[in-house]
């Protein structure tokens, strides 16, 4: 009877000590809580919301690196200046027909050196009936491309360059001049028509000082031409 009535009482007494123990746990947990200034509420759940690493695109192919780049231009030119400080240019030299051709090598993949050279003819100066003028130049140049993996391909081009010149001039004979070119710049563009195929604009300013000169040229001074016209491109292997 006596085993029977503390069974009873324990039954009775079991839930209200595990609630009790449940309660006196409470506190140690908020207490842990208050430690911790960031630590978040219980009852709240964190989202992570940081964006994902930007993937690493691959850099284009080199479409120009160890290619063989070869191009032949035409269109008009025109010499300014003087040729000599007693000479005007405008006197010997009328307006030019230009073609040149120049051969360049890829040495990465937005940069190419090589050879160029040209020839122009002019018209009649303005003190001359049948001047047959005539330029001749020849010249080391390197070329920086601006685009890579395109169709269209504008580049600018810097060179220096032999120089030679001579017209006739009555009663003097032909007038020959020799120099440097020591400034060649271009700027032009390229556009792919197929793999290995182009063509395009370009523009040229020249600047040149002629060492050899007639006698009666008198001192040595600055000569600049400029010219305009359409240059086609044979790329090897090809984009």
């Keep these: ?53 930007t993937p690493l695109l691959p850099r284009a192919g080199d479409l120009l690196g160890s290619h063989v780049l070869l191009g032949a231009a035409v269109g008009p030119a025109w010499s300014l200046g003087k040729l000599g400080s007693s000479v005007a240019a405008e006197r010997g030299l009328g307006t030019g027909f230009a073609a040149r051709a120049d051969a360049g090598f890829g040495i990465s993949r937005s940069a190419s050196i090589g050879l160029w050279g040209g020839f122009v003819g002019y018209t009649d100066g303005d003190a001359c009936d049948s001047c047959a003028g005539r330029a001749l130049v020849v010249g080391p140049f390197a070329r920086y491309h601006l685009s890579q993996g395109l169709r269209f391909d504008p580049w600018l081009m810097l060179g220096v360059a032999y120089r030679q010149l001579s017209f006739e001039q009555a009663p ?19 556009y792919y028509v197929l793999s290995g195929l182009g063509f395009g604009p370009y523009g040229a300013l020249s600047l040149s000082t002629y060492g050899s ?27």
């Design 1 to 53: 009877m006596k085993r029977a009535l503390l069974t009873g009482v324990g039954t009775l007494l079991f839930p209200a000590l595990a609630l009790a123990q449940g309660t006196a746990s409470a506190p140690s947990s908020n207490a842990d809580a208050r430690l911790d200034p960031d630590a978040p509420p219980r009852d709240v759940h964190l989202i992570d919301d940081a964006e994902p690493p």
């Design 172 to 190: 003097g004979g032909r007038q020959k001049f020799s120099g440097m070119e020591w400034l060649h710049l271009e700027l032009g563009a390229d």
């Design 213 to 239: 000169r007639p006698s009666g040229a008198g001192d040595a001074t600055v000569s600049t031409e400029l010219s305009v016209g359409l240059r086609f491109l044979l790329d090897i292997p090809g984009r």
